[in-house]
């Protein structure tokens, strides 16, 4: 078997190992010659709108899959029209690269979403204050990622200035939500409607950027557990999905409210390799391949510590108990993603430690 993927950064090159231990061999189209996955990938350096660079890519290729959801529509027209199936579908990226489609899916499937009203210019503004009122964030509905492209709207005075900052259109405002924390679900789907669903874990961000997951997610009740693990199971079915896709929640003090469809794996997920039987990067090579999916359920409790913009000393990281370093091969910058730890211990009591020790190590090398 043979897997194309379109985006070669630390989700693909995660992807191609896993791809690698099932036999699976993989091909990486990325416009920069330094893209991680080509360390273990068969790498075509061109951009993703590049038609012979896609021809090249999926050449040979079972399926083609992506690690990220702004793939140009038409990278995966072109990839259809020659026959090569693209998986999850273009349905799947089509509903999640635009974040009013995503609410309206969600909230048809009676999944509770934010307030929220679509603006695409100024005489949007009166009505999308009537609707959702204020506080709230503007986002746009497109292309955002890590907090990028939003603005708080603290009183409805601010609205108009912030439409304008955004560029005035394609945009969505929503309301505040008061949540007490932030949690996710990853959940595999393969084509035959089979489902591998993670435990929700609990997401604490830094700047815009995730800094720790904890799975499963600290005090959570069945009640909660349950109702996330429905959510994302919804979402899966709804979309026909085929792969792994997370679903990021907020917990209110009325239960969930969802927030973001991711279609691809996720950073909130990193602790599966070490932390579940099988991690998502595996369960999605077998979705989209055609194998059977592998067991989701956790061995023990994981935190994962996101390395960002500076990395600490990796003999220091790697001398804690429990802990495992992975680390991307990018250079360091601002803001950027270098690489993450996971600690895996038999219990809460048992992670309260080491995870100190990385948390300690990871955020006096943040953008350092
Ligand atoms: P997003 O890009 O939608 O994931 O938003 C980035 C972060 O902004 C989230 O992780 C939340 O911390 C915060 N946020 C986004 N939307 C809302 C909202 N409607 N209410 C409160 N906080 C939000």
Redesign the pocket.
Known sequence: MRLAILGGGQLAWMLALAAESLGVSVAVLDPSPEAGAGRVADHVVAAYDDLVGLDEVSAGADVVTYEFENVPAAAVTRLVEHGVPVLPSPRSLAVTQD?LSEKQLLAELGIPV?P?AAVDGPTDVETALAQVGAP??L?TRRL???????VRVRSADELAPAVAELGGSGLIY??????SR?LSVVIARGADGSTAVYTPVE?E?RD?ILALTIAPAPQMSTNLAESAQAAAIAVAEALDHVGVLCV?L?ETADGI?A??IAPRVHNSGHWSIEGAVTSQFENHVRAVVGMPLGDASVRGVSAMVNLVGGVPPVAQLEAIAGATVHLYGKEPRRARKLGHVTIVAESAELLAVPLGQVRALADAAWDA
């Open positions: 974040r934010a929220h709230g964030i986002k955002g990622y890590d907090g990028k492209g939003q929503e309301g505040f939500v008061e949540f932030e997401n961000h815009g990021e907020f409210v927030n973001e």
